[in-house]
């Protein structure tokens, strides 16, 4: 299974709503979709899992939806810290795989 | 608190082995509800798992690498080792240590990362 994120770059100014997807090439269930994100020189951290379920330490303007083949990642309002790198993952039983990532940079 | 530290040579050359070890704190290696996971990061470009052990010593590979991957614990030093053997130029990458969580299947805890370097 191939996972898909779109766009490569999102360019967007701290206020604003941004809006990451992640396509998968065949239907996935939708308990094994994370997100993580990741900051320059660190390493990732999980976001949401479940294509939903924020993770404890996870802002609750960061949230998770989708179903089937099609994810989405949205913050509702970035803040400064939320410039980062992207990436959703799914185990399909054998293979875990990642998304080659959004970048999120400043406008 | 978990944390998860990795440990190893940064620099080989050409056909050695990488061995690498992840060091974990606050969490037993024998619990049952998770596994152990090695994966890495060329510069610049996205994650690619390498393998997972769990506490009945269980593995898993990600068959790309062609046999190359061997993953082990030592649970009396909370320890998981990870050797790669014939290194290349193109394993240049930073070699990642995480906590698999066995609910969603995916990474909930990671080490800071080690750089590794293959050169000639």
């Known amino acids: 299974i191939v996972l898909t994120q779109s766009p490569g770059t999102l360019s967007l100014s701290p206020g604003e709503r941004a809006t990451l997807s992640c396509r998968a090439s065949?239907?996935?269930?939708?308990?094994?979709l994370t997100w993580y994100q990741q900051k320059r020189g660190q390493a990732p951290r999980r976001l949401i899992y479940?294509?939903?379920t924020r993770h404890p330490d996870t802002p609750e303007r960061f949230s998770g939806s989708g179903s089937r083949t099609d994810f989405t990642l949205t913050i509702s309002r970035l803040e400064p810290e939320d410039f980062a790198v992207y990436y959703c993952?799914?185990?399909?039983?054998?293979?875990?795989?990642f998304g080659q990532g959004t970048n999120l940079e400043v406008k | 608190q978990v944390t998860l530290k990795e440990s190893g040579r940064v620099v080989l050359k050409p056909t050695e082995t990488l061995t690498l070890t992840c060091t974990v704190s606050?969490?037993?290696?024998?619990?049952?509800?998770?596994?152990w996971s090695w994966i890495r990061q060329p510069p610049g470009k996205a994650l690619e798992w390498l393998a997972h052990?769990?506490?009945?010593?269980?593995?898993s590979y990600n068959t790309s690498l062609k046999n190359r991957v061997t993953i082990s614990k030592d649970t009396s030093r909370s320890q998981v080792m990870l050797s790669m053997t014939n290194m290349d130029p193109v394993d240049t990458a930073t070699y990642f240590c995480?906590?698999?969580?066995?609910?969603?299947?995916?990474?909930?805890?990671w080490g800071q990362g080690i750089l590794v370097t293959v050169s000639s």
């Open positions: 995480a906590r698999l969580s066995t609910w969603a299947y995916d990474f909930d805890y």
């Open positions: 606050g969490f037993s290696l024998n619990d049952a509800r998770v596994g």
């Open positions: 052990i769990f506490s009945n010593d269980g593995k």
């Open positions: 065949q239907r996935i269930d939708s308990k094994f």
């Open positions: 479940g294509a939903s």
């Open positions: 993952q799914h185990y399909d039983g054998s293979l875990y795989t």
